[in-house]
């Protein structure tokens, strides 16, 4: 016989428990209807539980409760009118309400990078317990969902001392999230895991009673979703440690396309050859011009700077490189632009004043609208910072892009975009930009040249239409 390792933990023994509000399943809510609330309110809802979600954005909860996502998410839209008609779900910005409501609390505010630092701030976790707590009347469980340094449920859970009284019995919990822009939705529903950070049977409980919706709808599927019961700091740390993970992976094949450029290898077929090892795997193995978004480069920053504070610092300091790396790329896509257009590198840079690029991609994935830290964008930036005329175009992410980068001419078609441009950056994977025509764009350019960020473009079939194609980390 052979036995599996690591070796598979038993389901843990939970209790069975009685929501304060009285109700047969526990009232959910859930604190800052961002990316991560806005998908779980109504996920829960759609899972069957009773949901509020509560925000102190007026504007964004009353589009919410008119029906409308304020975020480009594949499916998310049919869901939060389902279950507003169904009565199950609603918004509210009346922190008193929602702390009458709820039996579990999941705080799902932003905790962006400091102004003043690489750490991660604290102060809308902070607001959003506090005023919740000060307004609980019954014993409750504040659940963070929020990605936060290590220790920060401990502080929670003082905080809530501080502001409710002892006999009402508040109890804190840490719960992370794994969801991905763009997948949002499933990865709420069917999750490939569930990590509880619980200090008591009760929370443990209630929090299992809060979550077996989403172990019900495995079991109707036919699947298991495991679950890790743990202490707080394994919990929060679980979170930043996948996020770490991925985003070093990421790096380390991006590190190989640097030494495929340097040598003459192409680093496609170079991930393709090491991903069939189920050891490595051939998931997050994509070359390109890196990571971005609102979690993994603001994430791995943050983890650096509390294991610093906690005198664990060298441990994380490879991540400092992972940044690096994935900074780097940015700029090899402006060198490679550069050497296209026939364009010298100086000290501050290339100068490309006199020619037009078209970029394609601004968002820092396909299938999202979100351009935070996106890479292609920042590319974007540098082109234009170096005097290029530059057209951006985006199937879904212009609106956002222009306000955060208002100074790119921004286009509503890939055809406005390419036309008459002496390069084409393709920066962002979507569909559209996969399975674009080379021979029919290669009629409205000035120049066939091509910059593939994503290594998406079938390469020979561009070459064949005439295109001048460049990849990252290929010959
Ligand atoms: C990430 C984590 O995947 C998710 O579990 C966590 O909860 C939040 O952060 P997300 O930010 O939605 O999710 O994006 P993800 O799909 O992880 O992609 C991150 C970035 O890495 C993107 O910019 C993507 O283009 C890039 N990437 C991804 C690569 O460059 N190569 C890859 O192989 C995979």
Same mark, same amino acid.
């Given at each position: 016989?052979?036995?599996?390792?690591?070796?598979?933990q038993?389901?843990?023994?939970?209790?069975?428990?009685?929501?304060?509000?009285?109700?047969?399943?526990?009232?959910?809510?859930?604190?800052?209807?961002?990316?991560?609330?806005?998908?779980?309110?109504?996920?829960?809802?759609? #899972?069957?539980?009773?949901?509020?979600?509560?925000?102190?954005?007026?504007?964004?909860?009353?589009?919410?409760?008119?029906?409308?996502v304020?975020?480009?998410?594949?499916?998310?839209?049919?869901?939060?009118?389902?279950?507003?008609?169904?009565?199950?779900?609603?918004?509210?910005?009346?922190?008193?309400e929602?702390?009458?409501?709820?039996?579990?609390?999941?705080?799902?505010?932003?905790?962006?990078?400091?102004?003043?630092?690489m750490?991660?701030?604290?102060?809308?976790?902070?607001?959003?317990?506090?005023?919740?707590?000060?307004?609980?009347?019954?014993?409750?469980?504040i659940v963070?969902?929020?990605?936060?340094?290590v220790?920060?449920?401990?502080?929670?859970?003082?905080?809530?001392?501080?502001?409710?009284?002892?006999?009402? *019995?508040?109890?804190?919990?840490?719960?992370p999230?794994?969801?991905?822009?763009?997948?949002?939705?499933?990865?709420?529903?069917?999750?490939?895991?569930?990590?509880?950070?619980?200090?008591?049977?009760?929370?443990?409980?209630? %929090?299992?009673?809060?979550?077996?919706?989403?172990?019900?709808?495995a079991?109707t599927?036919?699947?298991?979703?495991?679950?890790?019961?743990?202490?707080?700091?394994?919990?929060?740390?679980?979170?930043?440690?996948?996020?770490?993970?991925l985003?070093?992976?990421?790096?380390?094949?991006?590190?190989?396309?640097?030494?495929?450029?340097?040598?003459?290898?192409?680093?496609?077929? %170079?991930?393709?050859?090491?991903?069939?090892?189920?050891?490595?795997?051939?998931?997050? #193995?994509?070359?390109?011009? *890196?990571?971005?978004?609102?979690?993994?480069?603001?994430?791995?920053?943050?983890?650096?700077?509390?294991?610093?504070?906690?005198?664990?610092?060298?441990?994380?300091?490879?991540?400092?490189?992972?940044?690096?790396?994935?900074?780097?790329?940015?700029?090899?896509?402006?060198q490679?632009?550069?050497? #296209?257009?026939?364009?010298?590198?100086?000290?501050?840079?290339?100068?490309?004043?006199?020619?037009?690029?078209?970029?394609?991609?601004?968002?820092?994935?396909?299938?999202?609208?979100?351009?935070?830290?996106?890479?292609?964008?920042?590319?974007?930036?540098?082109?234009?910072?170096?005097?290029?005329?530059?057209?951006?175009?985006?199937?879904?992410?212009?609106?956002?892009?222009?306000?955060?980068?208002?100074?790119?001419q921004?286009?509503?078609?890939?055809?406005?975009a390419?036309?008459?441009?002496d390069?084409?950056?393709?920066?962002t994977?979507?569909?559209?930009f996969?399975?674009?025509?080379?021979?029919?764009?290669?009629?409205?350019?000035?120049?066939?040249?091509?910059?593939?960020?994503?290594?998406?473009?079938?390469?020979?079939?561009?070459?064949?239409?005439?295109?001048?194609?460049?990849?990252? *980390?290929?010959?």
């Amino acid at each position: 016989m052979t036995i599996p390792y690591p070796n598979p933990q038993p389901m843990p023994v939970i209790p069975a428990v009685t929501p304060p509000s009285g109700a047969s399943r526990p009232r959910v809510t859930f604190l800052g209807t961002g990316y991560l609330g806005a998908t779980y309110a109504i996920c829960y809802a759609e #899972l069957g539980y009773e949901v509020l979600g509560f925000d102190v954005d007026a504007d964004k909860i009353a589009k919410l409760n008119a029906g409308e996502v304020p975020i480009h998410e594949p499916g998310l839209d049919e869901l939060l009118r389902r279950n507003l008609a169904a009565g199950r779900l609603r918004f509210s910005t009346d922190i008193g309400e929602t702390a009458d409501f709820g039996d579990v609390h999941f705080i799902c505010v932003g905790t962006p990078q400091r102004a003043d630092g690489m750490g991660a701030d604290l102060s809308y976790v902070e607001a959003s317990v506090t005023s919740l707590a000060q307004r609980l009347t019954r014993k409750a469980l504040i659940v963070g969902k929020s990605t936060v340094p290590v220790g920060t449920a401990e502080w929670v859970e003082q905080l809530v001392g501080k502001h409710t009284p002892t006999d009402l *019995g508040v109890e804190v919990a840490w719960s992370p999230e794994f969801l991905q822009e763009g997948f949002a939705v499933d990865d709420v529903l069917r999750p490939n895991r569930i990590v509880v950070g619980v200090k008591s049977e009760w929370a443990n409980g209630m %929090l299992y009673a809060a979550h077996k919706g989403v172990f019900d709808l495995a079991a109707t599927e036919d699947r298991e979703v495991p679950l890790v019961v743990t202490d707080f700091a394994t919990a929060e740390l679980v979170k930043v440690a996948a996020n770490a993970f991925l985003a070093t992976k990421i790096s380390f094949i991006n590190a190989m396309a640097e030494v495929c450029e340097a040598s003459g290898g192409d680093v496609t077929q %170079l991930a393709r050859a090491i991903g069939y090892d189920p050891r490595i795997g051939n998931r997050f #193995l994509q070359a390109g011009l *890196g990571f971005g978004g609102a979690c993994l480069p603001k994430d791995i920053r943050a983890f650096q700077a509390r294991a610093q504070e906690l005198g664990a610092g060298e441990a994380l300091r490879f991540l400092h490189e992972v940044d690096l790396i994935n900074l780097r790329r940015r700029t090899r896509v402006l060198q490679l632009a550069a050497d #296209l257009l026939g364009r010298r590198s100086g000290p501050a840079g290339p100068d490309l004043s006199g020619t037009r690029i078209a970029v394609l991609g601004a968002t820092f994935k396909p299938n999202t609208d979100d351009v935070r830290d996106a890479p292609a964008l920042a590319v974007a930036a540098l082109l234009h910072k170096a005097g290029a005329d530059v057209h951006v175009f985006d199937p879904q992410g212009v609106e956002n892009a222009r306000r955060a980068v208002p100074e790119l001419q921004y286009e509503a078609t890939i055809t406005d975009a390419v036309t008459d441009t002496d390069l084409v950056c393709v920066l962002t994977e979507w569909a559209d930009f996969r399975n674009a025509d080379p021979v029919a764009l290669g009629e409205l350019v000035a120049g066939r040249r091509v910059v593939d960020g994503r290594n998406c473009l079938d390469a020979a079939l561009w070459t064949q239409a005439g295109w001048e194609y460049r990849g990252l *980390g290929r010959p």
